[in-house]
């Protein structure tokens, strides 16, 4: 039988040796054309997406894509995006501070009044379901060339017991030896002097209190610059204030001028959807961490103070009952946004992860901390030393287990080491120390961690060098098997992520990535970079299967150590049952997360759980309950508050 081709099979006969023709005269973009159409046919096929998961963008409008640096789940399920400032030196200087609120439920977005510049503050989830938000930027810093006007560090001085000094911005300081004048850029309070009586010989002593503040010559020129100690009568005071009141400075010059930061603290009300301001911290600190303790109290730690200078160990409280800071009573020192976390029993743990600001050989080494005493044990162990820098801690799923791992990291500053290492530490071995656990492909700066309700960490992102430097942006993303200690890879990401990016877990199971603030915009490091706005939406494998358990009625409260009732048709499939407190994330720092496990019963048409009694354990405020079925899937979350 003679065979005719149907019409549809001459029109792609025609249609191929088209495309034959054409891609003799251009093979390589046809083939790169026909690469890029399967990759998207690909990671599109459900059974694609049932192994690897998948990535979408997310849709902003235009009037909410903001430079997002920091983000904090809230107990309303929306998302809190930070940018203050957003690294734009004009933005600071025209005051435009931006926050963004986002709801993954309805995907829509709401502009939120920013009073201060945030950006790179400090925050944790507060006992009530606040966010604390503390710290931020006073002043962009300038390099080395780019300073016009010689300035630096003012001590102020008063000797008067009985009256502290408050001196405007604008203040003006004149050498007595030198003659130069300087003008204080900021408002500083200057205590009373200290009095004391020797209770002998009933002499009374004076000794003078102190400030700091940072001053600048009123004009350009290096001749405005000094190089010598003098001290510096405050123009505009008399009388007793005039003796009593004076500055003393060193070197005032063109040196480089880091950040400075700001004593501003804010609690964001996820109800009212606004920031209210409460005491502002002691210190001046950009790029602090704020770590909750046991009592729901938080510790502010680290930071660059109002000079640029890194707060020399002196760690603060915020007791959330009375919105007031009080100083601990001794110091220790960090580099700027260390990872502390709160561990069973109350102690602190510093996995070393830290980013940004301090001396090499201070401050970097691992321990547990007894915040209580001061005591700081070093936990040995650690591979790459010297790359823990922009390196990311996750408290490992269950939280009961106290184990941790840091990922990646990098050399001190701009330097262009980074880590491939993962290290894992078990803190309730007799003695703790770090092991390797399954490397990363390549070294990774900035890397993302989220913990999952199937007990995975999803890692994601970041670059082989110092802010994306050389077009490193890393395009992969991993789940890291907390009970193997091993990684598979997982579909990949399309957009880069280093800097100033970060991941989240939504109440829903998927993860949201934001951020990323490259050095330049080529490889060839000619072109400088423009930060990230687009914000991507990864959807787990798990959330691809054919069920998915649901929890239904319940409490909204269960104190520690009770149990509560959760209405489910699932029961028969439930496997585990994981308490999630919602992340607060920065610069690769998110302390906030944990996942708890929790003991659980069913029930005639439910599940019973029973949250543990450890306080330590479990700290005061709003989590997500999650259950997982017999194939790792998880449920959409339910918020509960633990009192």
């Given at each position: 039988?003679?065979?005719?081709?149907?019409?549809?099979?001459?029109?792609?006969a025609?249609?191929?040796?088209?495309?034959?023709?054409?891609?003799?005269?251009?093979?390589?973009?046809?083939?790169?054309?026909?690469t890029?159409?399967?990759?998207?046919?690909?990671?599109?096929?459900?059974?694609?997406?049932?192994a690897?998961?998948?990535?979408?963008?997310l849709?902003?409008?235009?009037?909410?894509?903001?430079?997002?640096?920091?983000?904090?789940?809230l107990?309303?399920?929306?998302?809190?995006?930070?940018?203050?400032?957003?690294?734009?030196?004009?933005?600071?200087?025209?005051?435009?501070?931006?926050?963004v609120?986002?709801?993954?439920?309805?995907?829509?977005?709401?502009?939120?009044?920013?009073?201060k510049?945030?950006f790179?503050?400090?925050?944790?989830?507060l006992?009530?379901?606040?966010?604390?938000?503390?710290?931020?930027?006073?002043?962009?810093?300038?390099?080395?060339?780019?300073v016009?006007?010689?300035?630096?560090?003012m001590?102020?001085?008063?000797?008067?017991?009985?009256?502290?000094m408050?001196?405007?911005?604008?203040?003006?300081?004149?050498?007595?030896a030198?003659?130069k004048?300087?003008?204080?850029?900021?408002?500083?309070?200057?205590?009373?002097?200290?009095?004391?009586?020797?209770?002998?010989?009933?002499?009374?002593?004076?000794?003078?209190?102190?400030?700091?503040?940072?001053v600048?010559?009123?004009e350009?020129?290096?001749?405005?610059?000094?190089?010598?100690?003098?001290?510096?009568?405050?123009?505009?005071?008399?009388g007793?204030?005039?003796?009593?009141?004076?500055?003393?400075?060193?070197?005032?010059?063109?040196?480089?001028?880091?950040?400075?930061?700001?004593?501003?603290?804010?609690?964001?009300?996820?109800?009212?959807e606004?920031?209210?301001?409460?005491?502002?911290?002691?210190?001046?600190?950009?790029?602090?961490t704020?770590?909750?303790?046991e009592d729901?109290?938080?510790?502010?730690?680290?930071?660059?103070?109002e000079?640029?200078?890194v707060?020399?160990?002196?760690?603060?409280?915020?007791?959330?009952?009375t919105?007031?800071?009080?100083?601990?009573?001794?110091?220790?020192?960090?580099?700027?946004?260390?990872?502390?976390?709160?561990?069973?029993?109350?102690?602190?743990?510093?996995?070393?992860?830290?980013?940004?600001?301090?001396?090499?050989?201070?401050?970097?080494?691992?321990?547990?901390?007894?915040?209580?005493?001061?005591?700081?044990?070093?936990?040995?162990?650690?591979?790459?030393?010297?790359?823990?820098?922009?390196?990311?801690?996750?408290?490992?799923?269950?939280?009961?287990?106290?184990?941790?791992?840091?990922?990646?990291?990098?050399?001190?500053?701009?330097?262009?080491?980074?880590?491939?290492?993962?290290?894992?530490?078990?803190?309730?071995q007799?003695?703790?120390?770090?092991?390797?656990?399954?490397?990363?492909e390549?070294?990774?700066?900035?890397?993302?961690?989220?913990?999952?309700?199937?007990?995975?960490?999803?890692?994601?992102?970041?670059?082989?060098?110092?802010?994306?430097?050389?077009?490193?942006?890393?395009?992969?993303?991993?789940?890291?098997?907390?009970?193997?200690?091993?990684?598979?890879?997982v579909?990949?990401?399309?957009?880069?992520?280093?800097?100033?990016?970060?991941?989240?877990?939504?109440?829903?199971?998927?993860v949201m990535?934001?951020?990323?603030?490259s050095?330049?915009?080529?490889?060839?490091?000619?072109?400088?970079?423009?930060?990230?706005?687009?914000?991507?939406?990864?959807?787990?494998?798990?959330?691809?299967?054919?069920?998915?358990?649901?929890?239904?009625?319940?409490?909204?409260?269960?104190?520690?150590g009770?149990?509560?009732?959760?209405?489910?048709?699932?029961?028969?499939?439930?496997?585990?049952?994981r308490?999630?407190?919602?992340?607060?994330?920065t610069?690769?720092?998110?302390?906030?997360?944990?996942?708890?496990?929790?003991?659980?019963?069913?029930?005639?048409?439910?599940?019973?759980?029973?949250?543990?009694?450890?306080?330590?354990?479990?700290?005061?405020?709003?989590?997500?309950?999650?259950v997982?079925?017999?194939?790792?899937?998880?449920?959409?979350?339910?918020?509960?508050?633990?009192?």
């Amino acid at each position: 039988m003679n065979y005719r081709p149907s019409r549809r099979t001459r029109r792609l006969a025609i249609a191929t040796a088209a495309v034959l023709v054409v891609g003799g005269m251009n093979g390589p973009a046809l083939y790169r054309f026909g690469t890029e159409k399967y990759h998207a046919y690909k990671i599109n096929r459900p059974e694609y997406k049932a192994a690897n998961g998948h990535w979408d963008l997310l849709d902003v409008p235009k009037e909410y894509r903001i430079n997002s640096i920091h983000a904090a789940l809230l107990h309303t399920g929306k998302v809190l995006l930070i940018a203050g400032s957003g690294n734009n030196a004009k933005m600071f200087a025209s005051k435009t501070f931006r926050s963004v609120l986002w709801d993954p439920k309805t995907n829509t977005f709401k502009n939120i009044e920013t009073p201060k510049d945030m950006f790179c503050a400090g925050h944790t989830q507060l006992p009530d379901g606040k966010l604390l938000v503390a710290g931020g930027t006073q002043r962009y810093e300038k390099l080395e060339g780019d300073v016009e006007k010689a300035g630096g560090l003012m001590i102020v001085k008063n000797e008067n017991p009985d009256k502290p000094m408050t001196l405007p911005a604008g203040t003006l300081f004149t050498g007595k030896a030198n003659g130069k004048t300087f003008e204080a850029k900021d408002a500083v309070l200057v205590p009373r002097a200290k009095k004391t009586t020797d209770p002998k010989t009933k002499k009374v002593t004076v000794t003078a209190s102190e400030a700091r503040v940072y001053v600048e010559a009123r004009e350009k020129g290096e001749e405005h610059s000094t190089g010598d100690t003098d001290n510096y009568r405050v123009e505009g005071l008399s009388g007793d204030d005039a003796r009593n009141t004076y500055g003393i400075a060193n070197k005032l010059s063109f040196d480089k001028k880091d950040f400075q930061g700001i004593k501003d603290a804010y609690e964001f009300d996820p109800v009212a959807e606004r920031y209210v301001p409460v005491d502002p911290m002691h210190e001046a600190r950009w790029y602090p961490t704020l770590t909750t303790l046991e009592d729901g109290k938080v510790l502010s730690v680290s930071g660059l103070d109002e000079i640029g200078q890194v707060v020399p160990g002196k760690n603060e409280v915020y007791d959330p009952k009375t919105k007031k800071w009080t100083y601990l009573p001794k110091q220790r020192f960090f580099p700027t946004y260390p990872a502390l976390f709160l561990t069973e029993g109350g102690k602190l743990f510093y996995t070393g992860s830290n980013a940004g600001y301090g001396p090499a050989d201070q401050g970097r080494t691992p321990g547990i901390w007894d915040v209580k005493t001061n005591e700081f044990t070093e936990v040995p162990g650690m591979s790459d030393p010297d790359r823990l820098e922009t390196s990311m801690s996750v408290m490992l799923p269950p939280a009961q287990d106290q184990r941790f791992l840091v990922i990646g990291g990098g050399g001190v500053g701009e330097s262009k080491k980074s880590s491939e290492k993962t290290r894992v530490v078990d803190l309730k071995q007799p003695s703790p120390a770090f092991k390797d656990s399954a490397p990363l492909e390549e070294g990774t700066r900035y890397p993302g961690g989220s913990i999952l309700p199937d007990d995975t960490v999803f890692v994601s992102g970041g670059s082989r060098d110092y802010r994306g430097r050389s077009g490193s942006n890393i395009l992969k993303a991993q789940l890291y098997d907390a009970r193997n200690g091993t990684f598979k890879r997982v579909a990949d990401p399309t957009v880069g992520r280093n800097y100033h990016s970060g991941t989240i877990l939504l109440p829903d199971g998927r993860v949201m990535i934001f951020g990323s603030d490259s050095l330049f915009g080529d490889k060839d490091n000619t072109k400088p970079g423009v930060f990230e706005q687009r914000i991507e939406i990864y959807t787990p494998p798990y959330l691809y299967r054919d069920t998915r358990p649901t929890l239904d009625s319940g409490p909204q409260a269960v104190r520690r150590g009770e149990s509560a009732t959760f209405a489910t048709r699932y029961s028969g499939s439930i496997k585990t049952a994981r308490l999630m407190r919602p992340s607060a994330v920065t610069h690769v720092t998110d302390i906030d997360q944990r996942s708890i496990a929790l003991d659980f019963k069913k029930t005639d048409g439910g599940i019973s759980v029973t949250v543990p009694k450890d306080r330590t354990l479990v700290p005061s405020g709003w989590y997500m309950l999650f259950v997982t079925d017999d194939q790792g899937t998880p449920s959409e979350a339910r918020w509960v508050e633990v009192p």
